[in-house]
Nanobody, 126 residues
Framework: QVQLVESGGGLVQAGGSLRLSCAASGRTFDIYTMAWFRQAPGKEREFVAAIRWSGGNTYYTDSAKGRFTISRDNGKNTVYLQMNSLKPEDTAVYYC???????????????????WGQGTQVTVSS
């Protein structure tokens, strides 16, 4: 069993920044990839970014490239999402997720992930 807890969400104006954190506990050795997803009201959960625990390879959705940065602190079992130049379209509940599958195919599909946090709200005003 793995537990994921997100924090750092809030209300910001367009152009502002936030840093989200996701702390992992339990059987963290089962996780090969950590990711951030987001879900707006009435919409399906969508992929934002992912990172490998070993090697630190990162992956981003096109809308996040150049604005968002995913990183991790292996010693703290924590993953971060630094979000800059925020837009109203970024408003959503942000979730961190863990994948126990060593394979990377389908990383943008929420159904691939095995562990989920409770989510943290990010609201960007115009």
């Amino acid at each position: 069993q793995v537990q994921l807890v997100e924090s750092g969400g809030g209300l910001v104006q367009a152009g502002g920044s936030l840093r989200l954190s996701c702390a992992a506990s339990g059987r963290t050795f089962d996780i090969y990839t950590m990711a951030w997803f987001r879900q707006a009201p009435g919409k399906e959960r969508e992929f934002v970014a992912a990172i490998r625990w070993s090697g630190g390879n990162t992956y981003y959705t096109d809308s996040a490239k150049g604005r968002f940065t995913i990183s991790r602190d292996n010693g703290k079992n924590t993953v971060y999402l630094q979000m800059n130049s925020l837009k109203p379209e970024d408003t959503a509940v942000y979730y961190c997720a863990g994948d126990k599958d060593r394979r990377m195919y389908g990383r943008a599909d929420a159904r691939k992930y095995d562990y989920w946090g409770q989510g943290t709200q990010v609201t960007v005003s115009s």
